[in-house]
DNA sequence: CGCATAATCAAACGAACGTATGAAAATGTC
DNA sequence: GACATTTTCATACGTTCGTTTGATTATGCG
C-alpha cells in the first residue's frame, strides 16, 4: 500500500487531538488509542511527537497556500492589465482557509491554535516556509489596489484580516452563544463573504494618522 | 499585610508562564519556582492550578469591562441624544484592551490563548460572566449608530474586531518578522487607531448579501 | 507573654508522560 | 516456500506532573 494505514489514522487522529486540547495537552496515548494504533507507532513513523506535529500541519497548509495563489493568479488574469479589486484579491486569501475549515474543522482549529503556541521553533519555521511568501504577494498585490493607503498601513491590515478569521474559524460556538444565533451552521460561502465585506471596507478606510512619523 | 505578598507573585508568575507556555505547559514548579515561592504555595492559595488560572484571569478582566463601559457611557453621553459614532464606540470597545495590553503583554497573550483552549469550562464561564453582558451592550449601541447594517452582521463584524485585536496584540513579533517593519515598538495609541480605522469602516460596510435568508 | 491562626517548608505520593527496546507478526521479493 | 524488510506489539524505563502531608515557622491579638 502506498499510502499506510495506520500513518494517515495517526495524523486525523493527531489533528482532532491537537486542535481539541493542545500540543501539551494531547497526550501521545490519546492519540494512538484514538487511532487504534500502538504506543510506539508515532516514534516509530514520525521520530518523535513534535515529528507528528510537524507533518499534521503540512500535510494541508501547502493546499491552502496553493489555493490563495491560484484564485490570486485567476484575479489578477481576469483583471487584464489593470490591478484587481480589493474585494477580488481578498477573497482570494480568504476563501481557501475558508473553505478548508469547512472541510477540515480539526486543522483549522490547530492552525488557530498554533498561531498562539509560538514557543515551538518548529512552527515558526513552518509558517515561515509555507505561508509568508505567499502573504508579501498578496501584500504587494493590495498595495496597487489600494494605492492610497500607505503599505505600512496595508501590511498591518493584512493581519486584522487573518485575525479576524482566524478568529471566528476556530471557535463558532462561542459565538452562537453570544449572538444567539440560530443559524449554527456558517456557511463557508455566506462566511467568507462576510469577511470579504468587513475586510475589504476596512483595508480601503483612509488613514487617519496624524503624521507621527518618527 | 492586607496583599500577601506570595499570593500576588505566584498570580504574577503564573500570567507569565501561562501566557508563554499555555495552561498545560507552564508546571506548578516553573511558576512556584519563578515566583519564589514554595511548591505546595499554589494548592495553599488557590486550591489548585486551575484556580490559580481562575483568579489569574480574573483579576484584570474586569478592569478591561469596566474601562470599556466607562468610554460607552462617556461617548454616549458626549453624543447628547443622538447616537454615538461608530468610531467613538469601537473605540471604547477597543482602546481598553489595547492599553492593558501595552501594560501587561502576558494578561494580553493569555486571554489571546484562553480563546483558544476552549476546553476549560472554566474559561467559558468566565468569559460569559466578564465579557459577554458588556458585548451585547456594544452591539446594541452599533445597531442604533449603523442602522443601515443588519443586527446580525453587526454580531459577526464585532467578533472580527475581537479577532483582529486578538490577534495583533498577542505575537507582533511574527507580524514585524513578515512586515519587516523596524517600528519595533507599537505604541498603543497608533494601534488603537489602526485597529479603529480598520474595523469602523468594516463595521459600515454594506452588507452584500443576496438575500438568501432561509 | 501565650496562644490560635496563617503561612511556609521539605519530602513524598501515585499517576501520567514521551520514549526506548526486543520480540512477534506482517509484508514484499526472489 | 524461504528470506529480508517493514510494521506492529507488549512492556518497561526514567521523568515530570499536580497534589498531599505533617512538621515548622511566622503572624495577629487578648
Redesign the pocket.
Known sequence: ?ST???REKLLDSAEHMFARRGF?G?????ITADAG?????????FG???GLLREVILRRAKRIVEGRDAMLALAVEAAGGKAPTVRAILEAFIAPTVNMAGEHPDFAALMSRMHYEGRFALVGEVFERAFHKSLRAFVAELAKAAPTVPEDEIKWRIFFTVGAFVFVTINPRMIFTVTRSDAAKPDPRALTRRLVDFCAAGMQAPASCKGVRK
Chains 1, 2 share one sequence.
Request: charged share 25%.
Open positions: 500500500m499506510p494505514l495506520t501539551d494531547a497526550s501521545v496515548r490519546d494504533s500502538n504506543l510506539g507507532s508515532v516514534n516509530y513513523h518523535d511527537k513534535q
